[in-house]
């Protein structure tokens, strides 16, 4: 059994930076392997055929397991050396997460605080990635849930899989539910006790700024005992010419309703839009 001798959570919201923080962080050799092993939700917002969890992509390699021995993986994939264990979290998917360990006989009927202890065993930190420019998030987000493109790297390029196309209501919904993500995390780990370690997307995606980022997530964890070298950022940015068109039309047609009286953007809390899907 893996030993954990300590945990954190990266804590985010779509579009927010997690993938090239957490790539980061994995960098370093200190502070865990973070990717998102517990990603679950609706079936209808992931791609027909999507498993998760015990059926997934990291147990698939394994042969069959239960979903503990499946946690127990979790943690031996995800635990650097120094035995420090950490995941990404998405906001909209906890609920979802908790009711996976509540699935799970020896656990149910446990309190919140002891669920998240079965993923992140003595958890101390939690890492809370917010973006100030919400309306350029939800660009992203909308865009990426429709041309399937989440990621791009030296290693991933960009293969659009499929035509992504203007929505205003479905950004201003988006908006809503990222606002939300922000207060939730917020008041999540007050819950815990644990103060959050807060790093911005725009200080972050600044290539004077990463090194910077990494290095106090770091300190903060107090994982710098030793000097760690910073590697290069791992992904790229992909906002582009569309999305600065997205942007402007939205923020004219906010202001356009917004002048008329009008206040019914609809807030799709029944349209939940997918994370980083990985292919199987």
């Not at 979790?74 to 420090?84: E, I, W």
């Not at 939800?138 to 865009?143: E, G, I, K, P």
């Not at 107090?222 to 910073?230: A, H, K, R, S």
Request: proline share 6%.
């Amino acid at each position: 059994m893996t030993q954990v001798r300590r945990s954190f959570i990266v804590a985010a919201s779509q579009r927010s930076g997690s993938t090239l923080l957490c790539r980061g962080l994995q960098d370093t050799g200190v502070a865990g392997r973070p990717d998102e092993y517990f990603l679950t939700g609706p079936p209808e917002v992931f791609p027909p055929g999507w498993r998760f969890w015990e059926e997934g992509i990291f147990a698939t390699p394994n042969g069959a397991m239960t979903r503990a021995a499946y946690i127990e993986l979790v943690h031996q994939l995800g635990t650097t050396d120094n035995g420090v264990f950490s995941a990404k979290l998405m906001w909209n998917y906890l609920p979802l997460i908790l009711e996976r360990v509540e699935e799970m006989a020896e656990h149910r009927g446990r309190s919140e605080r002891d669920k998240v202890e079965v993923l992140f065993p003595s958890l101390d930190g939690i890492v809370m990635l917010t973006r100030r420019d919400k309306v350029r998030q939800a660009v992203s987000w909308l865009r990426a849930s429709q041309d399937g493109v989440w990621v791009v790297s030296e290693d991933e390029p960009a293969a659009p899989a499929g035509t992504p196309r203007y929505d205003g209501e479905i950004i201003a919904g988006m908006i809503t539910l990222l606002e939300e993500a922000d207060r939730g995390w917020t008041e999540f780990a007050a819950t815990l006790g644990v103060e959050p370690i807060h790093v911005v997307y725009e200080d972050l995606v600044d290539p004077d700024g990463y090194q910077d980022a990494i290095r106090d997530v770091l300190d903060r964890l107090g994982l710098d005992e030793v000097f760690v070298e910073i590697g290069p950022a791992r992904t790229s940015r992909q906002s582009d010419d569309l999305n600065d068109a997205w942007v402007d039309r939205f923020v004219r047609e906010r202001s356009d309703i917004e002048g008329a009286g009008r206040h019914d953007a609809v807030a799709s809390r029944d349209r939940p839009y997918c994370s980083e899907p990985r292919a199987e």
